[in-house]
RNA sequence: GGGCGUGUGGCCUAGUCUGGAUAGGGCAUCGGGUUCCUAACCCGAGGGUCGGGGGUUCGAAUCCCCCCACGCCCGCCA
């Protein structure tokens, strides 16, 4: 038992299927599982439209309503059905629902939510963004969205790795490595101008992803009209991939990298494992790759010995019919690259999920189309999301100098965080108050990203990502400090709960067991769909329906045996919330 | 030009996969609520041609077709 709605919802369909199967209208229960909704809150939990049946039986849809609720059958946490024109209306036996979900909380508590366990190892592959600078905000819109669908596949069940694609290979990270492999009074005037630190930074106070990034953009305007810098980088790569990089260049990547890594952090976001792109041409895949690419069924050689792919009949855009497997000097490009890095996932997972921004569309189809001319018949699972453009229009870009930096972003959120915990506690110390803000802040920013669906595009505004109010990450958080706090007045922070389900009959008592019952539900709902979205739709309502409950029904000024139920539905609710935030990646705050 | 995605009150958004009851929320605006468990909260009001047009259907924000607008991609970059 893991999901409180199910044996009623089991119930009600098996029961259907049956009655309609009498009525001369078979359908599998499969089937009215799908065609069961919910009704509009306030009517009943479930409803069934019956016109469809009813055309096909030839039956008013209202008499069939009122014939099936007639004679339907109880049970199964099932105490009425009724019927309202064409629909039959189900209702849940609410004391017997309290119950069972009070008691399945309490009883898996953590575990509240989690699906029953999977077998199939599952990788999430997400971020990966190449080792050259700090993240703006556009970046980490993979990031959030691939460590929550993480941690929710991890909640249904499956046994899941992270992993951070590392690109040391590219013409990117050979510009950061060409640039500081000389001293910073001999780099090219305009890239030094264009470098220049603020006043009072250097190294040693500044993170490593700020200081080896800022020349970036600079180089890269360069290497456009200088050819001898270009050929410089261009020789760096193919000193990285005949494996005879310098030594500065895998440090600095690392350094990078690290400096990266303490930025998403900063948002709860970690990985399990690091694969660099550099380690899968030193071990022969990708030259493997490229050999079986040779031989397949479409390969072409251009002109200047560039091996390619004639791609026609992948349905790719036209001019893009061919896909180039190496340059004209034999060194592999990202997409031959990628293709060892899937073969190698799809050794170690039965599941592989890409988690992509928009603008990787085309390479996914690339892929696709390189998989099966090496004979590859598995598939990667594409999560694409849309890109964080700039109010001006556009999507963020360093090179361009259109982007809003992760960390000045997370500084500001804190800074206002701040402020707002010394507006209203006077009471907390100076170090509670800065863990407090730092978790508001990072709350409020995590969860902007996440309420929205992958597919929308979203434009960057600081006063909606720096929201406290309404539909927010800190309106999260201080629902569940309120809880907490109930709970630790009460010195009941700890089980048991004993309760009566009877003493709970208010309607915001007993809509809050419903959300608090749908938790299961909604877990798997994303797991299957990737909407990751609708775990943060659902928080907002988890916490809505807590604080109307908070608002209008008295918990320890209560008497007896109405105080003792309450403060289990408050302590249910703090566990779910809790477990939901994990989903997040939200913190959990006890007092704010 | 082709491919993919998006379009829901002033702004942001859920619902679209799997058609079903008066299209849910948030921000902003206006009006209320704190001698009482944290007012980062709650209650109420106004505000909607669900981009436009056709079609399918008993029924369309949801499915199909056409069109419009916006974003992204169409490199021997990644």
Known sequence: MWDPWLSIRQHIVRELALRLGAHGYPESADALERQLD????????????????AKSVGTPPE???TELAADFPLGGGLARVTSEGAYVNFHADTPRLIESTLELVFARGPEYGRGPPRTEKVCVEHTSANPTGPFHVGRVRNGVIGDTMARILRAAGYPVTTEYYVDDMGRQSAMITWI????????????????????????????????????????SELLKKDPLAAQQVGELVRQVESGNSPARHREIGEAVLKGMLASLARIGIRFDEFVWESTLVQDGSVGRVIERLRKAPHATVEENGALALDARGYGLPKENATIVV??????????????????QKFSRFARVID????????????????????????????????????????RMSTRKGKAVNLDDLLDEAVERAHAEVLKRREDLSEDQVTEIAQHVGAGAVRFHVLRIAPDKPVKFRWEEALSFEGRSGPFLQYSYARAASILRKASREAPPYPFEATALTTHEETELVR???????????????????????????????????????PVLRAEEPAKSSRLALVAATRQTLGNTLDLLGVERLERM
Do not use: C
């Not at 990787?360 to 590859?376: F, I, S």
């Open 180 to 219: 500081w492999s000389m001293p910073v009074d001999q780099w090219p005037p305009e890239v030094r101008e264009g470098a220049r630190p603020p006043e009072g930074v250097s190294a040693a106070t500044e993170k490593a992803d700020h200081w080896y990034g800022r020349p970036y953009r600079s180089v």
């Open 38 to 53: 919910d009704a509009p809150s306030g009517v009943a939990d479930f409803g069934y439209a019956t016109h469809r049946a």
């Open 515 to 553: 959300a608090i019952g749908r938790l299961p539900g909604t877990v798997a709902y994303v797991s299957r769909t990737s909407h990751v979205h609708t775990v943060a739709t659902y928080a907002f309502g988890l916490a809505e329906a807590f604080n109307r409950f908070y608002q209008s029904v």
């Open 355 to 394: 988690v992509l921004g928009q603008d990787h569309q085309l390479h996914a189809r690339t892929l696709v189309a390189m998989l099966t001319e090496v004979g590859e018949a598995r598939r990667p699972e594409f999560l694409i999301y849309q890109d964080i453009t700039v109010p001006e229009g556009g």
């Open 63 to 65: 008499r069939l309503a």
């Open 326 to 343: 190496t340059r004209g000097d034999g060194t592999s490009l990202y997409p031959t690259r990628d293709v060892a890095y899937h073969l």
